[in-house]
Nanobody, 124 residues
Framework: QVQLVESGGGFVQTGGSLRLSCAASGFTVSTMAWFRQAPGKERDFVAAVNWSGGSTYYADSVKGRFTISRDNAKNTMFLQMYSLKPEDTAVYYC???????????????????WGQGTQVTVSS
C-alpha cells in the first residue's frame, strides 16, 4: 500500500481559502477521498474522486465551496477550499484504496490507507 502525506493546512479567517495536498508514495489506481474530524466528533466525509479524476462527489456541507482533484502523474490529490467557515475547522485526512461504487464513498471504514492528517482552523 502507498503511504499518504497531507500538507497545506493552516489558520485562516472566515471567507479565506486553503489548498490541501495529499502526496502518495506511489501510483494508486483507486478512489481517493478527503475526510475531516473535529474534536469530539466522528470522521466525516468531505469529497472523493475516482481513479481517473473523472468522477467526483461532495458532502452537501462543502458543495460549491470545495473542489477535489488529482494529478496521477504526480501521485497527488488536492482539495481546494474556498469561502471557509468556522465549522470547517477540523483535522483533514486523505484516504486511498476506496470502493469503486460512488454510493459507498462516504464510508471511511471502506478506505484502506490513510494519511496522518493536517489541521485546518478557521477563525470567526
Amino acid at each position: 500500500q502507498v503511504q499518504l502525506v497531507e500538507s497545506g493546512g493552516g489558520f485562516v479567517q472566515t471567507g479565506g481559502s486553503l489548498r490541501l495536498s495529499c502526496a502518495a508514495s506511489g501510483f494508486t489506481v483507486s478512489t481517493m477521498a478527503w475526510f475531516r474530524q473535529a474534536p469530539g466528533k466522528e470522521r466525516d466525509f468531505v469529497a472523493a474522486v475516482n481513479w481517473s479524476g473523472g468522477s467526483t462527489y461532495y458532502a452537501d456541507s462543502v458543495k460549491g465551496r470545495f473542489t477535489i482533484s488529482r494529478d496521477n502523474a504526480k501521485n497527488t490529490m488536492f482539495l481546494q477550499m474556498y469561502s471557509l467557515k468556522p465549522e470547517d475547522t477540523a483535522v483533514y485526512y486523505c484516504a486511498a484504496y476506496g470502493p469503486r461504487e460512488i454510493s459507498l464513498w462516504t464510508r471511511p471504514s471502506l478506505f484502506g490507507s490513510w494519511g496522518q492528517g493536517t489541521q485546518v482552523t478557521v477563525s470567526s
